[in-house]
């Protein structure tokens, strides 16, 4: 299985860029991992609604250009569904088994995601209702997506 995750932003703590590597290292046994990184677009507390509309419009072109073609693309949404972490497992093993062996998450910025991106999505993900910094969401997700693998394989792994 390939999977992509695309993510807007930079991570600049240490703390949460050794994570991502031991996530990574871990995940090589059981899948090709691929990081995207798309830059933020500049923007503060004072810009208008439409403004930081035309934020996510730029950062969400950015994205497209790095989904993979024929990727099942799943969205980070803090409306979509929320799932186990044993049904989520399950998702990803049905995935595969339909045939989906080609898998893309997407991980808006501190703006969150352009709403084409959301809607073209084939998938909404909610890990939770409460809100998270990107930049650890990237971790939660990677350590989600290991468990999933444990879990699929019949391995253990801490509950």
Known sequence: MKITIISVGKIKERFFTEAVK??????????????????????????????????????????????PKNSYVIVLDIKGLQLSSEA???KLNTLGIEGNSDITFIIGGSNGLWKEIIDSADFRLSF????????????????????AFKINSGQTYHK
Do not use: W
Request: net charge positive.
């Open 128 to 147: 939770s209702k409460m809100t998270f910094p990107h930049q650890l969401f990237k971790v939660i997700l990677l350590e989600q997506i290991y468990r």
């Open 88 to 90: 989520f497992a399950e």
């Open 22 to 67: 031991e996530y990574t290292k871990r995940l090589s046994k059981y899948c090709k991992l691929i990081e995207e990184v798309v830059p933020d677009e500049k923007a503060d507390d004072k810009y208008s609604p439409a403004e930081i509309e035309q934020v996510k419009l730029k950062e969400g072109q950015k994205i497209l250009n790095k989904i």
